[in-house]
Nanobody, 120 residues
Framework: QVQLVESGGGLVQPGGSLRLSCAASGSIFSISAMGWYRQAPGKQRELVAM???????NYADSVKGRFAISRDDVKNTVYLHMNSLKPEDTAVYYC??????????????WGQGTQVTVSS
């Protein structure tokens, strides 16, 4: 059993900042990639940022220079630091973790989603 718990969403004014967190717990042997996707109303889910076990990162063009992804491998937690937020960043944000369980099963797990609303 693996659980992902997200936190940190909310309402923020344009130009503001938020930090999202996603903690993985349970029967985890190792974690490779951790990342964040988002889905706005009426739109498809899209990749926001991804970080691999070696520290390499990948960002959507729309968030480059404003968002930063990081991970704490001791806490099995991934963070998304969001700065200079824009109304178009409004969406439900989902974390995803690619891991191997203690039963040697590899799978992607998803968080429950957290709402981020950017509005004045």
């Amino acid at each position: 059993q693996v659980q992902l718990v997200e936190s940190g969403g909310g309402l923020v004014q344009p130009g503001g900042s938020l930090r999202l967190s996603c903690a993985a717990s349970g029967s985890i042997f190792s974690i490779s990639a951790m990342g964040w996707y988002r889905q706005a109303p009426g739109k498809q889910r899209e990749l926001v940022a991804m970080i691999i076990s070696g520290g390499g990162t990948n960002y959507a063009d729309s968030v480059k220079g404003r968002f930063a992804i990081s991970r704490d491998d001791v806490k099995n937690t991934v963070y998304l630091h969001m700065n200079s937020l824009k109304p178009e960043d409004t969406a439900v944000y989902y974390c995803t973790v690619d891991l191997t369980t203690t039963d040697w099963a590899e799978a992607d797990y998803w968080g429950q989603g957290t709402q981020v609303t950017v509005s004045s």
